[in-house]
């Protein structure tokens, strides 16, 4: 089976292309040489191929990368791609809480996206996924180089919302599910083993990475304040609007509402320490991860 997988080199579309056969597997990202609104490039990608993994996607808007190029125009080229291309087969990753008329560009894109593949006319399966963690994700190597850079930490409704994180390898094994057409259902919500609140996995963050900050609760506003000063000045920024959003509401039920896999297609492995030491990230946050003083270095060389 020949799978070209959209986003290959992001963080879930590079682990999912390392679990599958590298002759049959055809990577496509900007770093690959072909932009995921180049309907021409993407078919020429496609040839050949039984299914597509479309895992291209961001969390934060930098220059022509909007939520409406990458979510909304760069689906559409892949479906439109895919037609010419003959593929069969298109599985999305998408946001468990993708909805529209949210206030959200990054939610709103999202569901835009869906409704691009519902409506492609092609044999498809939207992964509705909560919050993915291991090795290179945004979970628990932000939170760890956060609280070994600063003695303090916000919990900005840590107490009250919940969260079922999913480790990475349970989120490849079910897009693999889902390339095969093991999951009947068209959308479905993909989520942990394990629910908690959004505080016990930071502080279980911390604990594994061998730190122990300051907790302080903080309201809603300020970690929102925080993303847009981070997406500003950082290159990788320490939170972004989306992530902000998706902190306020929590991230363990699908909105609108969406079916679970089936029992033996759910994710299984549990959020421990084994997994997050796994996935610790080396060091923490310093002048490098500003963008001021990238554009100075590249200044100078």
Same mark, same amino acid.
């Given at each position: 089976? +020949?799978?070209?997988?959209?986003?290959?080199?992001?963080?879930?579309?590079?682990?999912?292309?390392? @679990?599958?056969?590298?002759?049959?597997?055809?990577?496509? @990202?900007?770093?690959?040489?072909?932009?995921?609104?180049?309907?021409?490039?993407?078919?020429?990608?496609?040839?050949?191929?039984?299914?597509?993994?479309?895992?291209?996607?961001?969390?934060?808007?930098?220059?022509?990368?909007?939520?409406?190029?990458?979510?909304?125009?760069?689906?559409?080229?892949?479906?439109?791609?895919?037609?010419?291309?003959?593929?069969?087969?298109?599985?999305?990753? @998408?946001?468990?809480?993708?909805?529209?008329?949210?206030?959200?560009?990054?939610?709103?894109?999202? !569901?835009?996206?869906?409704?691009?593949?519902?409506?492609?006319?092609?044999?498809?399966?939207?992964?509705?996924?909560?919050?993915?963690?291991?090795?290179?994700?945004?979970?628990?190597?932000? *939170?760890?180089?956060?609280?070994?850079?600063?003695?303090?930490?916000?919990?900005?409704?840590?107490?009250?919302?919940?969260? +079922? $994180?999913?480790?990475?390898?349970?989120?490849?094994?079910?897009?693999?599910?889902?390339?095969?057409?093991?999951?009947?259902?068209?959308? *479905?919500?993909?989520?942990?083993?394990?629910?908690?609140?959004?505080?016990?996995?930071? +502080?279980?963050?911390?604990?594994?990475?061998?730190?122990?900050?300051?907790?302080?609760?903080?309201?809603?506003?300020?970690?929102?304040?925080?993303?847009?000063?981070?997406?500003?000045?950082?290159?990788? $920024?320490?939170?972004?609007?989306?992530?902000?959003?998706?902190?306020?509401?929590?991230?363990?039920?699908?909105?609108?509402?969406?079916?679970?896999?089936?029992?033996?297609?759910? $994710? @299984? +492995?549990?959020?421990?320490?084994?997994?997050?030491?796994?996935?610790? $990230?080396?060091?923490?946050?310093?002048?490098?991860?500003?963008?001021?003083?990238?554009? !100075?270095?590249?200044?100078?060389?």
């Amino acid at each position: 089976m +020949r799978i070209a997988i959209t986003g290959g080199t992001g963080f879930v579309g590079r682990h999912l292309a390392q @679990s599958l056969d590298a002759a049959e597997t055809v990577v496509v @990202s900007r770093r690959t040489g072909v932009r995921i609104d180049d309907v021409d490039a993407l078919a020429a990608a496609f040839a050949g191929c039984d299914a597509v993994a479309h895992c291209a996607g961001i969390n934060r808007e930098i220059g022509d990368q909007t939520f409406q190029s990458v979510h909304v125009d760069g689906t559409r080229a892949v479906v439109e791609a895919a037609r010419r291309a003959g593929v069969k087969r298109i599985v999305m990753v @998408s946001f468990l809480r993708a909805r529209p008329d949210c206030g959200s560009p990054y939610h709103e894109t999202k !569901w835009a996206a869906e409704e691009l593949i519902r409506n492609s006319g092609l044999d498809h399966t939207i992964l509705k996924f909560g919050m993915i963690y291991g090795p290179g994700d945004h979970m628990v190597d932000h *939170v760890t180089r956060a609280v070994r850079t600063l003695p303090v930490f916000g919990t900005v409704g840590f107490h009250e919302r919940t969260v +079922r $994180p999913t480790p990475v390898e349970d989120a490849v094994d079910v897009l693999r599910a889902a390339l095969e057409g093991r999951i009947p259902e068209p959308t *479905v919500a993909v989520m942990g083993a394990d629910e908690l609140t959004l505080g016990e996995a930071v +502080r279980q963050i911390a604990r594994v990475a061998g730190r122990r900050p300051v907790f302080l609760p903080i309201p809603v506003w300020t970690i929102q304040a925080l993303a847009q000063l981070t997406e500003w000045t950082m290159v990788v $920024p320490l939170v972004a609007k989306a992530q902000a959003r998706m902190l306020a509401e929590g991230v363990s039920e699908a909105a609108p509402p969406a079916p679970e896999l089936p029992a033996d297609l759910r $994710p @299984s +492995r549990a959020f421990d320490d084994e997994r997050i030491r796994a996935a610790l $990230p080396v060091g923490g946050f310093g002048l490098g991860d500003l963008r001021a003083a990238r554009w !100075w270095t590249a200044r100078r060389a």
